[in-house]
């Protein structure tokens, strides 16, 4: 019980809406999980439902799959796989999403969305599309936390787990972007420009 209570108090909710027998309703404003915004690409992803004077914006299931992405709870796992068991994703459109708001997204919040869609991709045996995408966001937001200091990729090697030639590409792409400078050849160090 004290872990189900603590994975909620990450959710970061404005109210959290509970009556006996009844599901119980998570209240966020402005953000979702303290980390997505409820964007006007999202809005204009809902579907409107009237019932006499009230309306009801449905979002899509993208939406509430990434929405539920950004959480650590064992439930919106399990609300995720079972989307991906009744429906087939527009998984451009949720890329597109996590781009958008990338501003947004602190990078362990891009490795709980990794996180999550690799525990997908073991629990369901599938592949998803995005995953190795996310991942590269997820290395380079990386990198470019860890060289706010000079770093070698052994040294960056040991903090994060992703294999030495898959950093040294990342880095090659983000000296070509401009965004971190060698330090030294030999070994190769970096830091943030």
Known sequence: MAEKEFQYGLLETSAMLERKNSPRIDLFVRKVCDALEFSKKMQERSTKITQGKIEIYLSSLEDIFLLKSVSSRDSDLIDCENILQKTTLDWKT???EILAQEKNLERNQQLIIL???????????????ITKKIANLC??????????????????????????????????????????????????????K
Do not use: C, G, W
């Open 139 to 192: 290395l380079e937001k990386s990198i470019l936390y860890l060289a706010k200091k000079p770093i070698t990729i052994k040294d960056i090697q040991t903090k994060i787990d992703f294999p030495e030639t898959t950093i040294r590409n990342q880095i090659t792409k983000l000296l070509k972007k401009n965004e971190i400078k060698k330090v030294s050849k030999k070994p190769l160090t970096i830091i943030l």
């Open 115 to 129: 996180d999550h869609l690799e525990a997908l991709e073991k629990r369901m045996n599938i592949k998803i599309p």
């Open 94 to 96: 949720i890329y597109a």
